[in-house]
């Protein structure tokens, strides 16, 4: 049986030329992002033809207020969830810490999917890789490329 990497197209194909970064959902940034207008952000941008989000569990609660943002009835009613990508991270967990191995992979995806409200993501980053051995990276890529092949709840996988 083929793997779903082999029935889908090439990621270079498909990605939209402009992400937006989300990265400023973040304390990192703002010392109160909740304040943000981060809905009005993302519909603005979706609005403007904006197609893909990037995000990370580091970025403090960048998942969650993007997949609030993404959970609201203008953008549920006017955009279906295959119009538009989803890019998170694996890994990095603070600043000085990190972790790839295969549970610490599958609990971080699951929680990235509820946080960000989709059954799906379209691509997970091993985050930050200069940092960790690459053994570490192997074993992050082996289990998302499970996790990809068996459910689908990832549809590509990417290191930075």
């Known amino acids: 049986m083929p793997s779903k990497s ?3 197209p090439p990621l270079s194909s ?3 030329p402009l992400i ?3 990265a400023t959902f973040n304390t990192q940034y703002n010392k109160d992002p909740y304040a943000l207008d981060t809905t009005g952000l993302v519909q ?5 033809g904006v197609r893909a989000f990037d995000t ?3 970025y403090g609660p960048s998942e ?5 943002a993404l959970d609201t ?6 955009f279906t969830r295959n119009e538009y990508f989803i890019l998170t991270k ?3 967990i603070a600043a000085s810490e990190f972790d790839y191995s295969a549970a610490w992979v599958r609990s971080s995806v699951q929680r990235s999917l509820q946080r960000l409200k989709t059954d799906y993501v379209d691509l997970v980053y091993c985050h930050d890789v200069e940092f960790v051995s690459e053994e570490e990276v192997q074993e992050a890529v082996r289990e998302l490329r499970r996790i990809r092949d068996e459910s689908g709840k990832v549809k590509y996988i990417g290191i930075s």
């Open 6 to 8: 082999r029935e889908s």
């Open 14 to 16: 498909i990605l939209p």
């Open 20 to 22: 937006f970064g989300t």
């Open 44 to 48: 603005q941008a979706l609005e403007h």
């Open 56 to 58: 990370s569990p580091y």
């Open 64 to 68: 969650e207020l993007l997949g609030a």
């Open 73 to 78: 009835p203008l953008v549920r009613d006017n």
């Open 90 to 92: 694996v890994g990095r």
